[in-house]
């Protein structure tokens, strides 16, 4: 369902939310929990790949820490 777009093998650590940022490299975000209301954090690039993104795709990492994408269903 999904086809690799970029091999990266990006290490995923906890706490983070990694994804594909506007210019096509992986970012990651400090993730909010409970009560931490100042646990907001600025993005920090990763990777530099330079994905060019495609319109109708999903871009997101893979459990082996690529770049993976997705048809997006629309009605």
């Known amino acids: 369902m999904a086809e690799k777009v970029a091999k990266v093998g990006v290490k995923k650590q906890g706490g983070f939310l990694y994804f594909v940022d506007k210019s096509g490299d992986?970012?990651?975000?400090?993730?909010?929990?409970?009560r931490k209301k100042g646990a907001k954090g600025k993005p920090e690039k990763v990777a530099k790949v330079g994905v060019k993104k495609?319109?109708?795709?999903?871009?997101?990492?893979?459990?082996?820490?690529?770049?993976?994408?997705a048809k997006m269903a629309r009605a």
Do not use: C, E, H, N
């Open 26 to 34: 992986v970012s990651r975000a400090k993730m909010a929990r409970g």
């Open 54 to 69: 495609q319109v109708g795709y999903l871009y997101f990492i893979d459990k082996s820490g690529d770049i993976s994408r």
